[in-house]
């Protein structure tokens, strides 16, 4: 059985531009989170989705990043007009329910130059 | 602001030894407090979890001891080893809650 997988596993970009970041979770899981790990710092959340909506995006840090998942499945997260600030490890979870042990992907590392 | 304060930052011990990480929190609706393990770069892998009605719980090398009144609680690998190297990381949830609070992480070196 697969786990979450996150692709790319590593994104270079330059400032101002466009990124996607995409989580595929485990099979069934329900549940789907994204975090965002800054160097030498625990992650921290970001968004969270049952299904196919967004039952809590408190966590964005502004109207930059916005996240989809459209099917209730694979998750994209999407980040405009990138600034160096956004560098950071970009991790997805899924869990079968809210609840319940949560399962985290490898991370993309997105560098904005 | 973070919920979950962990220390130290980070500690070297020898092959056998004991590392020892603490975490506090004090947001009294914690009911949930797992420790992940993390190695360079790759995602976070539950280790091991406890909840408050217990003081302690082993899983293998890995033992989690609790202190409800003091709001504390704190990893132990017993006879570590050089593969144990990685940085941990302790966590909290509240109950009904879906978002975990990590704190700032611990990278231990276990040296051969």
């Known amino acids: 059985g697969a786990g979450v997988s996150q692709t790319p596993s590593n994104k270079v970009t330059e400032k101002g531009k466009y990124v996607e970041l995409r989580c595929d979770p485990i099979?069934?899981?329900?549940?789907l989170y994204w975090y965002r790990q800054s160097l030498g710092q625990g992650p921290e959340f970001l968004i969270y989705?049952?299904?196919?909506?967004?039952?809590?995006d408190s966590g964005l840090p502004n109207d930059r990043f916005f996240a989809v998942r459209p099917e209730g499945s694979v998750s994209t997260l999407k980040i405009q007009r990138t600034e160096r600030g956004d560098s950071a490890m970009y991790l997805c979870?899924?869990?079968?329910?809210?609840?319940?042990?949560?399962?985290f992907g490898q991370g993309t590392r997105l560098t904005v130059v | 602001q973070q919920q979950v304060k962990q220390s130290p930052q980070s500690l070297i011990v020898q092959k056998g030894g004991i590392p020892i990480i603490n975490c506090a929190y004090e947001?009294?609706?914690?009911?949930?407090f797992p420790w992940y393990q993390q190695f360079p770069g790759k995602g976070p892998a539950l280790l091991i979890a406890?909840?408050?009605?217990?003081s302690e719980k082993k899983e293998g090398r890995f033992t989690i001891s609790f202190n409800k009144s003091a709001k504390q609680f704190s990893l132990h690998i017993m006879d570590s080893q050089p593969g144990d190297s990685a940085t941990y990381f302790c966590?909290?949830?509240?109950?009904?809650?879906?978002?975990?609070?990590f704190g700032a992480g611990t990278t231990v070196t276990v040296r051969a």
């Open positions: 979870a899924s869990s079968p329910g809210a609840n319940t042990e949560a399962f």
């Open positions: 947001n009294t609706a914690f009911d949930y």
């Open positions: 099979s069934g899981h329900t549940a």
């Open positions: 966590a909290a949830r509240a109950l009904n809650d879906y978002k975990l609070s």
């Open positions: 406890i909840r408050p009605d217990v």
């Open positions: 989705f049952q299904g196919t909506g967004a039952a809590d």
